[in-house]
């Protein structure tokens, strides 16, 4: 039976990471997939619990969490109600918590314990994914989706002048119409962790199997992304989902009971990855 288990976690800085773990309770021992979600995205997102589904239908314990900086609550897990934590959000930050989530998944208190994991990270959640399977071993297999380059690529270049002058700038929420406060400590994170938080010199130094998967009509990243991550990573392997959007078909609300065909495609493709021997 597919059962779903919830957790609360302290992240950074003593704010709460939401997790929750879909899986198949007839497999003890399935392997587990960490997911990481965008800038401006949440867990529960649009059809992730459908992918979370359909994972576990396909053999895997399929983990996914809000960053504790996210702007969502524990009382309000689907709506940016914490925009206080939101401004004050950082790319280290991000790097801490899903460190968090990796030690939660290996210590076995509350959930079977594992030795690996496999991470699936969207947009911005790429570009921390490819940074933390560059630095820890126990990330044994990483799939891209969607993913950024750099993280600079999340705003114009032009206006980081005036960030810095004014201490905050607000970034358009286009599907809720709020203005999403972001304060100039994730620039000063940047400045002064450059070589740490440089995506594409991070991506170099991977040595795990490495799936790149992009929509060929994604706007909001376009496919150069990919095809910049695919040069610093030439063993990596490159997909490209036709008709696939950043969201990969998916919106939300996601009101449906199946996935979207370009969600779907990524699902199947990632999964025949994960179980695909490399060693």
Excluded at 154 to 183: D, H, S
Excluded at 197 to 226: M, N, R, Y
């Amino acid at each position: 039976m597919i059962r779903k288990q919830n957790f609360n976690i302290p992240g950074a800085k003593g704010r709460i990471i939401l997790i929750d773990v879909t899986f198949d309770d007839a497999l003890k021992n399935a392997p587990l997939v960490i997911f990481a979600h965008g800038f401006k995205g949440f867990k529960d997102w649009g059809a992730y619990n459908l992918v979370a589904q359909y994972f576990a239908e396909h053999g895997f314990r399929f983990l996914k969490f809000n960053f504790s900086h996210n702007g969502t609550t524990t009382d309000n897990p689907l709506e940016f109600k914490d925009l206080i934590a939101f401004s004050d959000n950082t790319f280290s930050i991000e790097l801490e918590d899903l460190n968090t989530v990796i030690d939660f998944a290996s210590n076995g208190s509350s959930m079977p314990a594992v030795s690996d994991s496999y991470l699936i990270g969207h947009s911005m959640g790429g570009g921390i994914s490819i940074i933390k399977t560059a630095e820890d071993a126990r990330v044994k297999k990483l799939v891209t989706m969607a993913s950024i380059s750099s993280f600079r690529n999340l705003w114009p270049e032009e206006i980081e002048a005036q960030w810095r002058l004014q201490g905050i700038i607000y970034m358009p929420n286009t599907r809720t119409g709020q203005q999403m406060p972001l304060k100039a400590g994730l620039l000063d994170d940047l400045d002064k962790n450059g070589s740490r938080l440089d995506i594409l010199a991070k991506a170099a130094e991977i040595s795990q199997p490495c799936l790149i998967v992009h929509g060929s009509a994604d706007t909001s990243v376009p496919f150069s992304h990919a095809e910049q991550l695919k040069k610093a990573m030439p063993d990596a392997e490159l997909l490209i989902v036709p008709r696939g959007d950043h969201t990969f078909g998916a919106s939300h609300p996601y009101t449906k009971n199946i996935l979207p065909a370009p969600l779907l495609e990524f699902c199947s493709q990632a999964i025949a990855f994960l179980n695909r021997t490399f060693f």
